[in-house]
């Protein structure tokens, strides 16, 4: 037992060491990858029902949605938000946002009455522009399977509130983890 202590104090000391010795940041690499994860989420009620499917590969990241048409007005608040700044065409049944490069699409976007896909080939976009998609697709996911009819402006509301309560979390689990490193250390020390 002794043997773990020492070997898990060695262990946090010197990840403490290294992450005191280290003040610059490292810039995360340009191309994000993970492992491959699915999801799908199908909510329904008297009045309103709805599904999500959600599939994140190394290579590509998909999202697909068949909601309620009083959603929509929300869900495309929250799709013009998102993707302020990309190209959007507009016809009478679809709203589209697409980014190609080389002539391949490599991010889109589509949006009809009541249904929503989002495609993204994750090995042509950078980290930032996958996890900003990711975002945009768990505040969709969240929007509509809601069973309340809330507005796009207090659903943005709550996720400020929800951010605000999972920093306070972090906050007190990092101070507990403090805590339990001097506790370890002084521990150490008097062995």
């Known amino acids: 037992m002794k043997i773990i202590k ?33 999801t799908e989420v199908t909510t329904s009620s008297s009045r ?6 959600v599939s994140d590969s190394k290579r590509q990241f998909k999202f697909k949605s068949k909601f309620h048409s009083s959603k929509r007005e929300g869900v495309e608040h929250i799709l013009i938000d998102g993707l302020e700044g990309i190209k959007i065409e507009k016809n009478k049944r679809e709203k589209l946002w697409e980014i190609t490069k080389r002539g391949e699409v490599i991010f889109e976007c589509s949006m009809s009455k009541n249904r929503m896909s989002i495609y993204l080939d994750k090995t042509q976009s ?20 809601a069973h309340k009819r809330h507005t796009f402006h207090n659903r943005k509301r709550n996720s400020v509130t929800r951010a605000e309560a999972r920093l306070e ?7 507990a983890s403090i805590k339990n490193l001097r506790k370890i250390k002084r521990a150490n020390e008097e062995n």
């Open 126 to 145: 950078t980290s930032k522009f996958y996890y900003k998609i990711k975002a945009i697709a768990e505040d969709l996911q969240e929007f509509i399977s």
């Open 169 to 175: 979390r972090a906050k007190m689990e990092l101070e």
């Open 48 to 53: 309103i029902s709805s599904s999500t499917t």
């Open 6 to 38: 020492i070997t898990l104090v060695t262990v946090i000391l010197t990840i403490s060491a290294c992450a005191q010795s280290t003040p610059e940041v490292p810039t995360p690499p340009q191309t994000y990858t993970s492992g491959n994860s699915h």
